[in-house]
């Protein structure tokens, strides 16, 4: 009992010592935890912060991005028809019913649903020519299609007086009603377009019906954008009995940005008689490549071949049989000049033909370079072949604009000036100078100092003597803006072509003009 008494003595005197070391430790450890928990509130205020800050920021940024939305929407609506609604707690945009109008940048109207799926626009141009002959000899008999001591006759013309519709359906399909009231000699509209095309296929167009043929690439250039005021003779007559503006074809044509291709058959053009007449039947094929194809500067390639399986007649009892002629490259006065005269006849009828062409163009800036040649083929039954060569080059150098390539025609377009006319503004819009040199001889296996006519026994009887034109044109443009211009030529024109020697005709009278001419045109087109 004592020694626990003592030792429970000696306890309690330890603790006694003890104790008040032990009770200032703890209130060390204390006040460091404490601090720490401050430290720590501290940064935890301080991320609270710049959470705050960053969610402030955030809210802005997002109100910014989503009031920009609306008003995008909200535009768009305005110019779709579309509507602007509330749905699962976001704002939608909802297609409208109503239809739109679009401008295009050249200034043509279209009406379309409200979907696109439907569109039609108004199309027409006004070429309308004036001009007249300021040269022409000899007169009078020797030349050939003018009257007796006559000249050709200068005046105006509405050379194309168009007017129609056209636009899409259904999205992939296009339209196409065109109708003319110009031409060589203006009077009663005909029809100009009537076809139809699905573009379903990318960069591809399928379409049928009467139409502008891209056989060529002079014709393949709408007559709004061409150089002067008509294309070239040479590409007119290669072009006039299988191809040509218009005519009826169908067929395809593809492109991508620097190669084209077209294939087409190709049937008779608008008002040829149907009844108990044979009708032409005939195809066409072309392909361009660019080799150089920069914004700026462009080389263009291309061939083109074109064939007739049925040669048209007149009706029962008629030969099956072609004539080419042309005018001047003008149309103030239509006389032609060139006239091969009928190449079959029923003893010997024409069983086919064929076209081959061969195309460059090239632009460097503001200058601009196209160029074609053709060979014409005839196969006549029981004479030899008639062949015809023609060709043309041509150059211009515009201020205030340039020609660009277009792909989907594998073509040049016209000139859309930087400046429009403007004299309130000092613009006066863009200007190009040209000059264009043309041969077209349809002249074939004819030897005038030998006795015998055309076609008749003797050493004429495989002859075509339809003549050789040669044509010089210097031109000069004003575009006024995308919709107006004016043109202005200069044609000297030299046409041979000699009678046939006979017994009494040693020294045949050659059948000869030089003329020259001055012809303007304004022009309107949307």
């Known amino acids: 009992m004592k020694k626990l008494l003592v030792a429970t003595s000696i306890l309690f005197a330890t603790t006694a010592l003890v104790a008040p070391a032990m009770a200032a430790d703890s209130t060390a450890d204390l006040t460091r935890q404490m601090q720490a928990l401050q430290e720590q509130l501290r940064q935890m205020q301080e991320k609270l912060k710049a959470n705050e800050k960053a969610t402030k920021d955030a809210i802005t940024e997002e109100t910014k991005a989503r009031e920009a939305s609306e008003k995008i929407m909200r535009e768009y609506a305005i110019e779709t028809g579309a509507n602007v609604v509330f749905s699962e707690g976001q704002r939608k945009l909802a297609v409208g019913s109503n239809p739109k109008i679009v401008q295009s940048g050249t200034n043509r109207f279209t009406l379309s649903s409200a979907d696109n799926a439907w569109t039609i626009a108004p199309t027409g141009r ?25 000249r050709l006759t200068g005046g105006v013309n509405a050379r194309r007086a168009r007017v129609g519709v056209s636009g899409r359906a259904m999205t992939d399909f296009t339209y196409s009603l065109i109708l003319d009231a110009g031409g060589a000699t203006d009077g009663a509209a005909v029809i100009n377009t009537a076809s139809i095309g699905y573009t379903g296929i990318r960069n591809t167009i ?127 006065d239509p006389t032609n000049l060139l006239n091969t005269g009928a190449l079959g006849t029923l003893a010997n009828p024409l069983t086919g033909a064929n076209v081959y062409g061969f195309e460059t163009a090239a632009t460097f800036g503001s200058f601009f370079y196209q160029g074609e040649i053709f060979r014409m083929e005839f196969n006549r039954r029981g004479k030899t072949k008639a062949q015809f060569d023609t060709g043309y080059a041509q150059v211009s150098y515009t201020f205030g604009g340039r020609r660009g390539y277009s792909a989907n025609c594998g073509c040049y377009g016209g000139v859309n000036p930087v400046a429009p006319f403007s004299p309130l503004k000092g ?31 003797g050493p004429n009887f495989n002859a075509v003597n339809g003549g050789k034109q040669t044509n010089y044109t210097l031109g000069l443009n004003w575009y006024w ?22 017994a009494t005709l040693i020294n045949p009278i050659p059948l000869g003009l030089k003329i020259d001419a001055l012809v303007g045109r304004f022009q309107v087109m949307f």
């Open 206 to 332: 399928i379409e049928a019906g009467y139409m502008a043929n891209q056989f060529v690439l002079e014709e393949a250039s709408s007559s709004n954008d061409i150089v002067f005021v008509e294309r070239s003779s040479p590409s007119t007559l290669a072009s006039s009995f299988t191809g040509g503006d218009p005519r009826f074809a169908v067929g395809f044509r593809t492109w991508e940005a620097n190669y084209f291709i077209a294939a087409y058959f190709t049937g008779s053009t608008p008002n040829t008689a149907h009844a108990q007449t044979r009708r032409s039947l005939g195809a066409y094929q072309r392909a361009t490549y660019n080799i150089v194809n920069e914004p700026l500067q462009t080389i263009h390639v291309g061939v083109s071949a074109a064939q007739i399986f049925d040669i048209p007649n007149t009706g029962v009892g008629t030969a099956n049989s072609i004539t080419l002629s042309e005018r001047l490259e003008n149309r103030v």
């Open 481 to 502: 803006n995308s919709n107006m211009l004016w043109k202005f030529n200069y044609i000297h024109t030299d046409f041979e072509r000699l009678n046939p020697r006979t």
């Open 126 to 150: 006004i070429h309308f020519d004036f001009g007249g002959y300021i040269n022409q000899k000899p007169e009078g008999v020797t030349g050939p299609g003018t009257v007796a001591g006559g």
């Open 427 to 457: 613009d006066m819009g863009a200007f190009e100078i040209a000059a264009r040199v043309s041969i077209a001889d349809l002249t074939d296996q004819y030897y005038p100092t030998l006795i015998g006519a055309v076609g008749a026994a």
